[in-house]
């Protein structure tokens, strides 16, 4: 609709047609276009009879397969090259692969000052004892902080691809093919009891020793979400929901990325190095040490236990 | 090498071979069976006694130490996982499978509401 011409006059001009087609009322390529559905595409037999009688013939009658010297000649020096062809490719990859530098020589491009001073200022600078943990917490703590945005960013596609409303849940509770999965298995319920406060703690041990051992927030928050999963497989989602809903799981996840963002702002705006930060150091090898890295591990720890249960809730019945 | 360290080192080999035979075996049985169930028994069987026999013989040749101590809670919680596992799989098998009659016979030990004697088919309830 224009307001200045009129409407006869309007529709000549080439806005009209631009925005037709931008609201999709008119297809440009319908009436100007060829447009059939192909056909599938369907051998008769007698053509296949056909195809197999030309060429047995061509076979026999044209290259005299039985008798023919030269041709079975031909084939053995087929064979025999691209034999020969293989071997000469794996034999030049191989010695490609000869020619590269060895595995931790000294006068390698990737031994440079950054992997040199990581270790020897690691300790100093950001205050955890382990030294990769320490790494990827502080000096790249940015490089962190977009993985865990991308596990947040999975789980909000999953759940937009796979959630259903809430009445549809308890609808579908024990349709189908729900209702030949074991519930209720007491062999089950009973290992689960023994294991998942196990596996919880061993998750959470391994969260808060991060800055001290080996571990950190990426697998002790994988340990934690598998021990969601087992609790969820014994038990089922009511006794989850308890204390496990989407209204924690919201909560968890937004606080956690938010807290995490606004620390490692923090950091790098005071200069990055403890230079005038309020989260001291601490001792090296005390728990209370390493700076922005023990937070930190807490809060990816919590994400990816919840990315780990949300995914496997999602699939399972399509909501948290 | 004094005799207990020959005794050490033979025990360890033995263990360390048994168990690699089992896991062998197992290989051998996931691919080379037809149902099921025996594919779950075999499977089952190389995650316990030969996971177990090889970690044994690996505690055995790292002496007293705490070390040798995680090994045996590896060892604990591989023989909790791995049997439940395979049960929940022999389970969903005997309530999805509606011939299953064909190929095993069914003991009921106890009996449950109406489905028991059918072969606990259905909501598996045996």
Partial sequence: MSRIRKQSEYEKTFAYRFFRWMGGEKDAFVGNMEMRPQKEYVEEEATIEERMRDRRQAMEEVYDSGHNRELRFFNWLYRCFSIIFCIAIVAM????????????????????????????????????????????????????????????????????????????????????????????????????????????????????????????????????????????????????EKFFNEKVYKCVKVTALICYGCIVTYYFLTGANGLACLIPLGVPGRILSGGITLPINIFVGSEVACTMYAFYALFRRGGL | MGIIEWVRFVLVCAFLLFGMSIFFLEIFGVYRFKYVLNRMQIAATGDTLGIGLCLVGLMIANGWNATTAKLALVVIFLWCASPVSSHMIARLQMSTDKRILDHCRIVILRKNKKNAGKGGRGHGDI
């Fill in chain 1, 93 to 240: 990859l191989v010695l490609t692969v000869s020619y590269l530098p060895s595995v931790g020589g000294e006068d390698k491009p990737t031994n440079n000052q950054v992997s040199e001073t990581y270790i020897t200022d690691g300790l100093k600078d950001t205050g955890a004892v382990n030294i990769v943990t320490g790494m990827i917490l502080s000096y790249r703590a940015f490089d962190t902080f977009g993985e865990t945005n991308v596990l947040f960013i999975a789980t909000c596609c999953v759940m937009i691809m796979l959630m259903v409303d809430e009445d549809k849940i308890r609808e579908n509770k024990d349709s189908n093919d729900r209702m030949f999965e074991p519930k209720n298995d007491v062999i089950l319920q009973v290992v689960a009891k023994l294991l998942v406060p196990m596996v919880f703690l061993f998750g959470i041990y391994i969260i808060l020793n991060g800055h001290l051992s080996p571990g950190g927030g990426f697998s002790g928050g994988a340990m934690i979400g598998a021990g969601m999963i087992l609790y969820v497989a014994a038990f089922g989602f009511d006794r989850m």
